[in-house]
């Protein structure tokens, strides 16, 4: 599935961030813009209150957690702004960008983003940078594909 760019703005600017840069963190300040590819439901949340997807922009792929009124208002093809996320370790889930309590999402657009499913920055190792303990690196890549949701045959 592949795109084009005409009804969203380039994620260059200084605003917004591309997922490829994206790395694990303790603060919310994570503002990008990415398209849905497909929804589940958490095996870890069976009272449906949380949901993974796999969004990706047009550098890299993220799993993403969705909560509540999150999970029924936003579908695969969807484009989404995200402002003032998180990505981060979510326990039985790995790492994931959600909104968090001071983020938010909203849609923006359908269908109409060019994207790439590979990395997924959701499924590479990261480990403190041993000059910075409040930096993280890559350690190593555990799967290019989500995991998750595996690539279509």
């Known amino acids: 599935m592949a ?32 398209i849905i590819l497909d929804k589940s ?6 009272s449906g209150k949380s949901c993974i997807a796999l969004a990706a922009d047009e550098t890299a792929a993220v799993h993403i957690q969705l909560w509540g009124e999150e999970c029924e208002a936003f ?29 938010k999402m909203e ?7 060019a994207f790439v499913e590979t990395p997924n920055v959701s ?9 910075n303990p409040k930096r993280y690196i890559q350690n190593g890549v555990v799967s290019a594909h989500s995991r998750i949701f595996p690539p279509l045959p």
């Open 3 to 34: 795109g084009t760019r005409d009804s969203i703005l380039a994620v260059s600017d200084k605003m917004h961030v591309f997922l490829k840069d994206i790395v694990p963190a303790a603060q919310n300040n994570i503002n990008t813009r990415f």
């Open 41 to 46: 439901r958490s095996p870890a949340a069976a």
């Open 75 to 103: 579908e695969a093809g969807d484009i989404v702004k995200l402002t003032n996320g998180i990505f981060s370790y979510v326990r039985n889930s790995g790492l994931l960008l959600r909104a968090g309590k001071r983020g």
């Open 107 to 113: 849609k923006m657009g359908e269908f109409t983003v």
């Open 123 to 131: 499924e590479i190792q990261w480990n403190p940078d041993p000059e």
